[in-house]
């Protein structure tokens, strides 16, 4: 019963460097998310997959793109890192409207870009 | 006024206290409301969902007043393991319609 899996767990990048945060869950839920952690602020949705093959904005998208692959796995791209976008990054996924039955959350990845 | 404001000082309590959170939310059309908890550099955790008939769950009891729209968690007999910051979580019923509140703190001493 793994959950959410996200990897990597930690990830030092330079300025204008790309990655891919990647993200899988086991529990046949159809609605996926990514969320940032700054410190002194509440979680922030990046973007999220209602279902399989649909993805939205959420409140601070810019710098970033998603795939959903398929109904298990969704990642999230930096195409070119910056500073300001240093943060805790957690995917979620969840059984019900926008999290109405709760997020099951993955262990995050701890980004610095430099 | 925030969408879900949340006390920002940490809590510091002996083993055995009564703790209570409150939380507040500006949005009277706000559907489902939840409490997480986060440990230190971990996820958060959902922890119980609020109803309008409150609910509890062992030393935890969680109410919602929509009349005030603040919603509280309630940690009764207080355990060193309940050291964490505890989430309160809003949902106005939308994917892009779910509000974090900043947590609030809670250290149980020995």
């Known amino acids: 019963n793994a959950g959410v899996t996200q990897t990597p767990k930690f990830q030092v990048l330079k300025t204008g460097q790309s990655m891919t945060l990647q993200c899988a869950q086991d529990m046949n839920h159809n609605s996926m998310y990514w969320y940032r952690q700054d410190p002194g602020m509440g979680l922030r949705l990046i973007y999220y997959?209602?279902?399989?093959?649909?993805?939205d904005k959420g409140e601070v998208p810019n710098g970033y793109n998603v795939s959903r692959l398929n109904k298990r796995e969704f990642s999230l791209r930096l195409e070119s890192a910056a500073p300001s976008q240093t943060s805790v990054y957690f995917c979620a996924s969840s059984d019900g409207l926008g999290g109405g039955y709760g997020y099951t959350f993955g262990s995050g990845t701890r980004l610095t870009v430099v | 006024r925030k969408e879900v404001e949340q006390d920002p000082r940490p809590f510091n309590v002996p083993e055995g206290a009564t703790v209570a959170f409150n939380c507040t939310y500006s949005n009277s059309a706000s559907q489902s409301f939840f409490w997480y908890r986060q440990d230190c550099r971990k996820e958060p955790k959902l922890l119980m969902s609020?109803?309008?008939s409150g609910n509890e769950d062992g030393r935890f009891t969680a109410q919602l007043n929509r009349a005030s729209q603040y919603i509280s968690l309630l940690i009764r007999d207080s355990k060193l393991s309940d050291s964490a910051t505890y989430l309160c979580?809003?949902?106005?019923?939308?994917?892009?319609?779910?509000?974090f509140g900043t947590g609030t703190k809670l250290q149980v001493i020995p």
């Open positions: 979580v809003v949902n106005l019923g939308g994917y892009q319609k779910v509000t």
């Open positions: 997959s209602a279902s399989e093959g649909t993805t």
């Open positions: 609020v109803y309008s």
